[in-house]
């Protein structure tokens, strides 16, 4: 299944998904990479594997974020992507875009959800005084990561961790996390998709 991915940054999620795509029976195949920030290291990494990856600039669109929104969501379609991973997209995304991929687009946040939706999860977890963290791949609604959860990656928290050793042991468990549940989604979802 053709499947685009977008980032804002680093793009290591964004990297794991690709490699194992490079599996030959893994469900999917990357058609697109698309970033909002055309300073996101994530796009010379898709590049450096042959991936078309372009940046579309929020920025021009001012205070029109629909019209960024609809934007991608042409290049989207003509590169004839069916699905959309969502890998550090650090925007909000607006209700069209929603709509228009409804059911068909997937976000990895770091935290157990519904625990800590939103920004620095590590540190909320930490300071919350929990035994456990992870992150959760979930389809993307309307509200800021909700929707309904695909799979979700546990860690046990350490008494001497901060936020940067908690994301640091997280984030291989996140790329395993994100390619599995694709993998699933993909596969339980086949007759709709
Ligand atoms: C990851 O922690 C992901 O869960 C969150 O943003 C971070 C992106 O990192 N949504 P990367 O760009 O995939 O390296």
Partial sequence: LPIAILISGRGSNMEALLNACDAPDYPAEV????????DAAGLDIARAKGIPAHAIDHRPFRQDRESHERAMD????????????????MRVLTPFFVK????????????????????????????SGDTTHGAT?????????????IAQARINIRPDDTAETLSERLLPKEHALYQDALRQFITDQASVL
Avoid: F
Wanted: a positive charge.
């Fill in 31 to 38: 058609v697109a990479v698309l970033s909002n920030n055309p």
């Fill in 74 to 89: 042409r290049a989207l379609r003509e590169a004839g992507a069916r699905i959309i991973c969502l890998a550090g997209y």
């Fill in 100 to 127: 228009a991929w409804s059911g068909r687009m997937l976000n990895i946040h770091p935290s157990l959800l519904p625990k800590y939706p939103g920004l620095h999860t590590h540190q909320r977890a930490l300071d």
């Fill in 137 to 149: 791949v979930h389809l993307v609604t309307s509200g800021v990561d909700e929707g309904p959860v």
